[in-house]
């Protein structure tokens, strides 16, 4: 029986499963999240249960190379997180075992799920945005990931600051100027000293945060013509974001264009939690048929 693997790789854990050709999940374990040498010496050690994995996805925080093109393709991009910058991660998976892969982004992994098994399974692009410990797009379009010179950083879109918020910023590079330094669940953490799971539905946070992914979404919009926007990630999580989000966003957008009816298009990801691993089981598919 072939098997596909799928490593989804985060700041602090990676999660690692094996399913079966039914997408069965076998096996899965979470590992911590150590430097690049540590974490991958871990990663092998699971895999190595494992004889029959026919290919592995991989969805791996970034920034990462993912020009094929490129002379550092698969490896990790400067990054603060220690130990990573510069690892040749799909290099080192390559030399343990001579398999397909297919290497992207973490929240690409996620978006690519959406597109097979949720909210888009019906469309043709969508817009997957993550509001987390940062924030990230992925994006496709008939069925291929938006990919030039890299992959997109949307998280650092530039936003305009709501009148009422005088947070000074999360984001090291860009501070009050860009969505992740204004939106992130760090950056709501700092401002009003709680985290967004704690904070009341009546808080004034809300209102603050609704304007800045609506902006988000108005400018995706604009630009990219999405079937749908998705937002996923822990500060989503909260039922009293995305109502409003969409007020927000229709009125900011002033019925400029032609669009799905705004409960149909700013929706929450449908596949949960498991929105990564189940990604990377499908792009492990992939990776197999183009190496068909």
């Known amino acids: 029986m072939a098997l596909l693997g799928a490593i989804e790789g985060g700041g602090t854990k990676f999660v690692l499963a094996v399913c079966d050709e039914k997408m069965n999940i076998l096996d899965r374990q979470s590992i911590p999240t150590e430097d690049g040498q540590k974490t991958v010496d871990a990663v092998i050690a699971y895999f190595d249960q494992f004889d029959d994995l026919a ?59 959406e597109y097979k098994t949720g909210a888009v399974k019906e469309n043709h692009s969508l817009v997957y ?21 890299g992959h997109p950083e949307a998280g650092h879109i530039m936003i305009q600051k709501h009148p009422k918020d005088t ?17 992130s669940g760090p950056a709501m953490a700092e401002r009003w000293g709680k985290t967004a799971k704690d904070l009341p539905d009546d808080h004034i946070a809300w209102e603050i945060e609704a304007d800045y992914l609506a902006q988000a979404a108005v400018d995706f ?23 409003l989000v969409r007020k ?22 449908s596949t949960g ?9 499908y792009l492990a598919q992939e990776g197999l048929a183009q190496a068909e």
């Open 167 to 183: 947070y000074k910023g999360h984001c090291p590079f860009h501070q009050d100027h860009c969505l992740e330094g204004l939106a």
């Open 248 to 269: 927000a966003f229709l009125d900011k957008f002033r019925n400029y264009l032609a669009i799905p009816d705004v409960e149909d298009y700013i929706v929450p990801v």
């Open 55 to 113: 290919a592995i996805g991989i969805a791996m925080f970034g920034p990462i190379d993912v020009n094929p093109e490129s002379k550092t393709y698969g490896r990790v991009l400067d990054t603060p997180k220690r130990g990573w910058s510069g690892y040749d991660f799909l290099g080192r998976m390559k030399a343990w075992r001579d398999i397909p892969y297919f290497w992207t982004t973490d929240v690409n992994g996620s978006a690519w799920a």
């Open 221 to 243: 919009t604009m630009t990219l013509r999405p079937d749908k926007i998705i937002f996923g990630g822990g500060v989503p999580h909260r039922e009293i974001l995305l109502p």
């Open 273 to 281: 939690d498991n929105a990564g691993i189940l990604g990377c089981f």
């Open 129 to 149: 945005l993550t509001i987390g410990t940062g924030v990230g797009a992925g994006i496709i379009h008939h069925g291929e990931f938006l990919i030039g010179y």
